[in-house]
């Protein structure tokens, strides 16, 4: 059964910075990729950013410069560096895997609240 646990989440101050990560288990299958979604309330869930296995990144426009997604193998951790925090980036961040046959698994989503 796989698992995905995203942590880090908080309260901070616009300028500052938060590290997401997303320990995830249970999986046997070869990882196309793995990625960072957010939803704000009222608000579609929007993918922030996305590591394919062959190492390709992917950012939105909104975060490209602030945030970078990075994976470590040997501790099945996938993570999200937030820097230069802003207000608009409060949201519930979710962390999903995407299989090989592009089925993608959901962590239950960790609230970041940024302060003005």
């Known amino acids: 059964q796989v698992q995905l646990v995203e942590s880090g989440g908080g309260l901070v101050q616009a300028g500052g910075s938060l590290r997401l990560s997303c320990a995830y288990s249970g999986v046997t299958f070869s990882m196309t990729a793995v990625a960072w979604y957010r939803q704000a309330p009222t608000k579609q869930r929007e993918l922030v950013a996305d590591l394919s296995s062959g190492g390709r990144t992917y950012y939105a426009d909104s975060v490209k410069g602030r945030f970078t997604i990075s994976r470590d193998n040997a501790k099945n951790t996938v993570y999200l560096q937030m820097n230069s925090l802003k207000p608009e980036d409060t949201a519930v961040y979710y962390c999903?895997?995407?299989?090989?046959?592009?089925?993608?698994?959901w962590g239950q989503g960790t609230q970041v609240t940024v302060s003005s």
């Open positions: 999903k895997i995407i299989s090989g046959s592009l089925y993608g698994y």
